[in-house]
């Protein structure tokens, strides 16, 4: 029972190491604008740990420090797109949930409508070859007598 109870206690002490930090002190903002402002920005950047999450929606601790960040650079009178720059410049152009149209990403952007071509290509020649076989399996059923 002893051994039962350390288990459980060592087990506790170790969750407790990989909890995520709770972000108890809440950004306060001077003004409706300036919560407006940041609200968008934390929007439309990614997490760069939690890859599905923005910046916004994210617990990630590293997702608290860019929102901190954020603010920051905002009262220093950066503007959206200096911003957006510096994060990109930092974590590179996965951050942006959307990217700039450059020779870069062209996969990123067009990827989705050439797999989707590819499909419907692929999708074509099934129906052709299958209809062509039948139309051959027809005239050798016509012509037969068995």
Partial sequence: MKRLSMFLAALLV?????AQ????????????????????????LRCVMCQNQSIADSEAQIAVDLRREI?????????????????VDRYGEFVLYRP???PATWLLWFGPLLVL???????????RERAKAGNSQQAIDDHGDW
């Avoid at 170790?14 to 990989?18: E, L, P, Q, Y």
């Avoid at 809440?26 to 407006?36: I, S």
């Avoid at 603010?71 to 994060?87: A, K, M, Y």
């Fill in 100 to 102: 700039g149209l450059k």
């Fill in 14 to 18: 170790s969750a407790a190491a990989f």
């Fill in 71 to 87: 603010l920051t650079l905002i009262r220093e009178g950066r503007s959206d797109g200096e911003i957006r720059q510096f994060l």
């Fill in 21 to 44: 930090v709770v972000d108890r002190h809440p950004l306060q903002f001077r003004d409706a604008v300036e919560e407006a402002r940041f609200r968008d920005l934390t929007h439309e």
């Fill in 117 to 127: 071509g590819a499909g419907g290509w692929v999708v074509w020649r099934v129906t």
